[in-house]
């Protein structure tokens, strides 16, 4: 049985589905479990972790781990859990790899307990989520318009499900154990491009407006609804990658033995929420 926490959030959900579609036992952990819907012959049970000892972990032999972050004991819940299955997989953060201040110290703190926990483990390391790109969707489908600052910056988002296929090949073998995957999307793209990119996955044009930094703070706001804090810590990543751009990782092609799904592809897969 493959536990996997977080199980209705963005990766989670993907790696649900993808591990039922290979007909493994699954047990998806979610805090509502009323309200979530999953493939036929999933498990659906209800927990918390914070509360380690609690959880429905009988014959569970791998865990997708998504860790309770916003509590201050974060790392010893990890450690409590890990202790008690033979294999972790760990969605973290590539914030670890190049130790960006402020941004990699929790996750760190988890590795560091999963590591010492005795189990086999494995780190995920993706940085920016192509679903990040959902806070353009106002603009994109009221005007066919991306409005944001640094129009050259240059990112390489990941596709969810691009996360999910290397935790399901963790989770289902060994030969992973001890790895810390650093992950990007498959193409290094400037913002400008990026608007484009969406375009062709939803088979229309979508232009590109230059916000200032602020500007681009208060449509975060005002348009994609982010609290103050998290909009100013996305535009800090942001005025980051204009200055220090990041480049592709050659991890999941490596891992997989195939290239990562694209910017288009991804656009075209949430076609309904752009549209």
Same mark, same amino acid.
């Given at each position: 049985?493959?536990?996997?926490?977080?199980? #209705?959030?963005?990766?989670?959900?993907?790696?649900?589905?993808?591990?039922?579609?290979?007909?493994?036992?699954?047990?998806?952990?979610?805090?509502?479990?009323?309200?979530?819907?999953?493939?036929?012959?999933?498990?659906?049970?209800?927990?918390?972790?914070?509360?380690? =000892?609690?959880?429905?972990?009988?014959?569970?032999?791998?865990?997708?781990?998504?860790?309770?972050?916003?509590? /201050?004991?974060?790392? /010893?819940? =990890?450690?409590?859990?890990?202790?008690?299955?033979?294999?972790?997989?760990?969605?973290?953060?590539?914030?670890?790899?190049? &130790? &960006?201040?402020?941004?990699? /110290?929790?996750?760190?703190?988890?590795?560091?307990?999963?590591?010492? +926990?005795?189990?086999?483990?494995? !780190?995920?390391?993706?940085?920016?989520?192509?679903?990040?790109?959902?806070?353009?969707?106002? +603009?994109?489908?009221?005007?066919?318009?991306?409005?944001?600052?640094?129009?050259?910056?240059?990112?390489?988002?990941? !596709?969810?499900?691009?996360? =999910? /296929?290397?935790?399901?090949?963790?989770?289902?073998?060994? %030969?992973?154990?001890?790895?810390?995957?650093?992950?990007?999307?498959?193409?290094?793209? #400037?913002?400008?491009?990026?608007?484009?990119?969406?375009?062709?996955?939803?088979?229309?044009?979508?232009?590109?407006? #230059?916000?200032?930094?602020?500007?681009?703070?208060?449509?975060?706001? &005002?348009?994609?609804?982010?609290?103050? %804090?998290?909009?100013?810590?996305?535009?800090?990543? @942001?005025?980051?990658?204009?200055?220090?751009?990041?480049?592709? +990782?050659?991890?999941?092609?490596?891992?997989?033995? !195939?290239?990562? &799904?694209?910017?288009? @592809?991804?656009?075209? %897969?949430?076609?309904?929420?752009?549209?």
């Amino acid at each position: 049985m493959i536990l996997v926490t977080g199980a #209705t959030g963005t990766v989670g959900r993907c790696v649900v589905e993808q591990l039922a579609a290979l007909g493994e036992p699954v047990r998806a952990l979610t805090r509502n479990p009323s309200r979530a819907t999953f493939p036929t012959g999933v498990e659906v049970v209800g927990g918390d972790l914070t509360k380690p =000892a609690e959880l429905p972990l009988d014959d569970v032999t791998a865990v997708f781990l998504l860790a309770a972050l916003d509590s /201050e004991a974060v790392a /010893e819940h =990890a450690a409590a859990l890990a202790e008690r299955v033979p294999r972790v997989v760990f969605l973290s953060s590539s914030a670890v790899a190049v &130790r &960006r201040p402020g941004s990699y /110290e929790t996750h760190e703190a988890v590795e560091k307990a999963i590591e010492q +926990s005795g189990a086999e483990w494995t !780190h995920l390391r993706p940085g920016e989520f192509m679903a990040n790109k959902l806070v353009w969707a106002s +603009s994109i489908k009221s005007a066919n318009v991306v409005r944001a600052a640094y129009p050259d910056a240059i990112g390489v988002p990941i !596709h969810e499900a691009d996360i =999910a /296929e290397v935790a399901v090949l963790a989770l289902r073998s060994p %030969d992973h154990a001890g790895q810390a995957y650093f992950l990007t999307g498959p193409e290094a793209l #400037t913002h400008r491009e990026q608007a484009a990119a969406i375009g062709r996955g939803l088979g229309r044009e979508i232009g590109f407006e #230059t916000l200032t930094y602020g500007q681009a703070r208060a449509a975060l706001i &005002r348009d994609a609804g982010l609290p103050w %804090d998290i909009a100013e810590y996305l535009m800090g990543y @942001q005025s980051e990658h204009a200055q220090e751009p990041p480049s592709v +990782s050659p991890v999941f092609e490596r891992v997989t033995g !195939h290239q990562g &799904r694209t910017l288009a @592809q991804w656009a075209a %897969d949430h076609a309904a929420e752009l549209s």
